[in-house]
């Protein structure tokens, strides 16, 4: 693979509304929270930045609103020299996310899509060349991940949340990045049986067609599964211990890296060895973006 590519990720963008609070409330509880925050995020967007902060030329396509929560959406990606000249302004407001934030860090989260549900198949059609490495995700509408897969050269498929697509764009993600229950839903698309183990569902992946696999495990670390002569090869990559404060976007900043190092050439067990040190650093402080290592230096682990 030739090195210094470009990321190219097209998906959403959001302002993320956050609280903070002891525990996170049953159906039809109410709680006291301590805090509120408005931040930018998305996980188009998030890995946008992720993967601008780990080196790769960057640019994001999608959409945003006419409204406030269009310059909070797209602030830091901005600041950070990611490209946004095919990011579209329309008259759908600004896509957002409702995030509670328990002791733990754990986090449950509600998206009302806006302006994302407007980057439909047709304004992807329409965008012309589409460069590098394209990381596509679930939260624009699935025809529009479908037209985007079949133009792009390499594909990087974070099918969160799992949508309904074309079981061939599932087959040419190169990697399918996926945690247990999502990739569970992706097997469940293909039909028949949905092994419990994650090796297992890995290799069941692959034995659908997809041409390469990770799934993340959380602080059990990641599965990165490849086709080989004997059916599949499989490979964990540790988790990076940290002292979690919140989890919210840490997903989205281990795909932003992937793909950054996957753009700059590395194979995917390094490229993945990366990203957890990436998504280890994301978890050490409060929010998405604004979690976000900004100089490499910042990276736990050696």
Known sequence: MSRHRTVTIIGSSNADLAVTMDRLPGPGETVLAHSFITTPGGKGANQALAARLAGAETEFIGAVGRDANADVALGMLAEAGVELSRVRRVDEPTGVALISIDAAAENSIAVVPGANATVTADVVAELGEVRGVVVLQGEIPAAAVEQAAAA???????????????????RAADPLVVNEHEAALVLEQFGGDVPAAPEDAARALLGHGVRSVVITLGAAGSLVAE????????????????????????????????????AAGDELIAAAGFAARFSAASVAKPGAQASYPRTLDELPGA
């Open 152 to 170: 792009a050269e390499r594909v990087v498929l974070n099918l969160a949340p799992v949508i309904a697509v074309d079981l061939d764009v599932i």
């Open 227 to 262: 086709p080989h002569d004997d059916g599949a090869r499989l490979s964990r990559v540790d988790a990076i211990r940290a002292d979690a404060v919140d989890t919210t976007g840490a997903g989205d900043a281990y795909t932003g890296a992937l793909a950054a190092r996957l």
